[in-house]
């Protein structure tokens, strides 16, 4: 009878205590910076151009091969009369999120810090009613990083 | 022959026939009501929220999930035996729905008051048992077959106490006409003479009602939903029916001979929209605890279950019985009989525990042990 009271009282008071379910598509929880959605790439704030130099490292180091790199010279550089310090830059890049297995790897070979795993939950609802939606261009990889949204990331 | 309803003379057939009709709507209702709340009530129990998605806090659910059953294929196995199969749900349904006749929503508001009323309760919905034998046994599938057996064991060995125990209430009105068992408590409801068989009542229900903690006829993960296994759509819809109308109904004439019914605290000349809504605070009560056991406890094993019914329940039950009549024959006072009864629980109590205790604890089960060891 002691155990059977006790029973009774545990689920009792389970019963008065505030349920733990978040409403997911109406609430989100706050992900932790370190959270790992697909890549993205990064913008540079002060020069205002992205920091990706187009040096394909990324795309040589992608297991998947679901990059696609390709490189100009930078019409911002200084010896063009610009301000920026890149001699050459980021021109076309595609990234097939359908193909991406968000290992990281691309990250971790970036030497300039250009490309960054997406922390915000955008990187988590991407579902689209075709493919080939997820095939995303380099406005659409740079977008959020330019507004700001992707929160500061510290590489491991 | 006439009778009145609401206010209009009508031949007695009319009136039988309006009477049921709003009861049957009303109990397709409560079901849904009740399937909805269950799932919330045992959500909470869990920190859940239960279902929110369907219309706001989810009260649309029970609404999609009949049309969703209505809407399923209705599957019948090739090995099943055909008219045992299709009749077996008729056999659970009907002797729960028929057992609405006598249930006393209020003073006036039974569809027939008979005079054998509790009897006749009794009677038609320990029917139910032969349905789900027939359902397990037409199914051609071994767990449905275990989980018939298993029902109709549990369902006639827990029939007798809820029988003796609602027989000793019966004798203290001396009535077995469930509306002056109601009205004969007065100020006093029968809980208080009648502790042990409350809870011995209560326990007989949940038993005959197949609910946790005593449903391992139909418990998922022992025999994969018992009898229900084979049924799909309308039909395994009919059975959850039962189920919840049988919940309902037992809620209803436990709260009306246990608890005073609709009459207690507030008298008998109460408006009857306040009686059904002391009736419905009651019977919610009942069904909340049994919600509650639900989420408390877990599934008992089949002999603990058998033997808890035979041994203990049982004896105690025809204890109560004698106790009542010696009260009533010899005149002493009714008091002695709420002593008994909590006596009677602390005797239940004790049993419980021995039935817990560890194997050590039991010479039989220890020497077994003993055995298995050194074999």
């Known amino acids: 009878m002691k155990g059977l009271i006790r029973s009774f009282l545990t689920t009792g008071s389970t019963f008065l205590r505030k349920p733990v379910t978040r409403e997911y598509p109406e609430t989100h929880r706050e992900l932790p910076e370190r959270d790992r959605a697909f890549p993205l790439l990064l913008w540079d704030q002060d020069v205002h151009e992205p920091f990706c130099t187009g040096c394909h490292a990324c795309e040589r180091a992608c297991p ?48 300039f810090d250009a ?42 | ?134 359902a397990g046994w037409a199914s051609d599938n071994r767990y449905a077959m275990l989980g018939g057996l298993r029902a109709v064991a549990q369902g006639v060995a827990y029939e007798i106490p809820l029988v003796v125990t609602l027989l000793a209430v019966a004798m203290l009105s001396g009535s077995l006409n469930l509306r002056e068992i109601m009205l004969d408590q007065g100020t006093v409801p029968n809980i208080v003479w009648q502790p042990l068989g409350f809870i011995m009542f209560y326990i007989a229900m949940l038993a005959e009602l197949n609910r946790a903690p005593f449903d391992i006829a139909v418990g998922e993960s022992e025999t994969a939903g018992g009898p229900h296994i084979e049924f799909s759509g309308i039909r395994w819809s009919m059975f959850q029916l039962a189920e919840y109308a049988h919940l309902w109904i037992m809620s209803i004439v436990g709260s009306a001979i246990f608890l005073g019914g609709s009459a207690w605290p507030l008298g008998e000349d109460l408006g009857t929209p306040f009686q059904l809504l002391l009736m419905g605070i009651k019977s919610s009560a009942l069904i909340f605890l049994a919600m509650w056991t639900r989420a408390s406890l877990p599934r008992l094993r089949i002999d ?51 039935a817990v205790a560890r194997p050590a604890g039991r010479p039989g089960i220890a020497a077994w042990a003993a055995s298995e060891a050194t074999s």
């Open chain 1, 64 to 111: 998947v091969e679901c990059m696609t790199v390709m490189m100009k010279d930078n019409p911002a550089h200084t010896s063009q009369g610009g301000t920026s310090s890149r001699r050459k830059i980021i021109d076309k890049f595609w990234i097939d999120y359908g193909r991406c297995m968000r290992c990281n790897i691309c990250v971790e070979v970036c030497n």
């Open chain 1, 115 to 156: 490309i960054g795993m997406n922390n915000t939950w955008s990187g988590h609802e991407s579902s689209t009613a075709d493919r080939l939606d997820l095939v995303m261009d380099l406005q659409q990889l740079l977008s959020q990083s330019r507004a700001g949204a992707v929160k500061p990331w510290i590489a491991p």
């Open chain 2, 1 to 134: 022959m006439t009778a009145e309803f609401l206010g209009i003379e009508m031949p007695v057939l009319l009136e039988a026939f309006i009477k049921v009709n709003i009861v049957v709507l009303a109990m397709t209702v409560v079901v849904m009501a009740l399937i909805y709340l269950e799932r919330k009530i045992i959500g909470r129990f869990q920190m859940r929220l239960g279902p929110t998605r369907t219309g706001p806090f989810g009260l649309l659910q029970s609404i999609a999930d009949a049309l969703k059953l209505v809407g399923k294929e209705d599957l019948r196995p090739t090995g099943a035996d055909p008219w045992v199969f299709e009749l077996s749900i008729y056999f659970i349904f009907v002797p729960v729905f028929v057992g609405f006749v006598v249930v006393p929503f209020a003073i006036g508001w039974e569809i027939r008051a008979l005079e054998l009323g509790l009897l006749y309760l009794l009677a038609t919905s320990s029917v139910s048992g032969l349905g789900f034998a027939m």
């Open chain 2, 304 to 354: 603990q279950l058998m033997g808890f019914a035979w041994k203990v329940l049982m004896p105690l039950a025809f204890i109560q019985v004698l106790v009542n009549g010696f009260v009533i024959v010899y005149d002493l006072p009714l008091l002695l009989l709420t002593v008994q009864g909590l006596i009677g629980i602390v005797v239940l109590n004790w049993a419980i525990q021995r």
